[in-house]
């Protein structure tokens, strides 16, 4: 994943089953964080977001029935983003079921023109 420094991040996912059919993210919540590594003894936690979203909006969205999930990182919360690479991941939960969706490395691409 790329995070354009001071840009906003406005990434959908549709979250369906082996047959193509949208889950139902009815009473799901999120959170997802991008971290210095993932087994660091002392890991430098870089962002958090959760589906408590931030005043900015930044956060985690559910569509229900549509089976879409929204990733939101504000211009403003990017542009405090100075790591190069970093891990992250996202989690799901509904009631006691915990679902690692996606994992993976996460780039922040500079920015040149400050605000």
């Known amino acids: 994943m790329l995070i354009e420094q001071g840009s906003t991040l406005n990434l959908s996912l549709a979250y369906k089953d082996s047959s193509n059919t949208a889950i139902d993210l009815t009473d799901y919540s999120g959170k ?7 087994a660091d003894s002392n890991p430098t936690t870089y962002l958090t977001l ?35 690479s970093a891990s992250y991941d996202l989690e799901i939960t ?10 993976g490395t996460v780039q922040v691409s500079k920015e040149v023109t400050l605000s």
């Open 32 to 38: 997802m964080q991008i971290r210095s590594g993932y």
């Open 50 to 84: 959760s589906s408590s979203l931030e005043a900015d909006g930044t956060g985690i969205t559910f569509g229900g029935v549509s089976g879409t999930i929204g990733i939101y990182i504000s211009a403003a919360t990017s542009s405090t983003l100075t790591f190069d």
């Open 94 to 103: 509904s009631g006691s079921i915990v679902t690692r969706l996606l994992q």
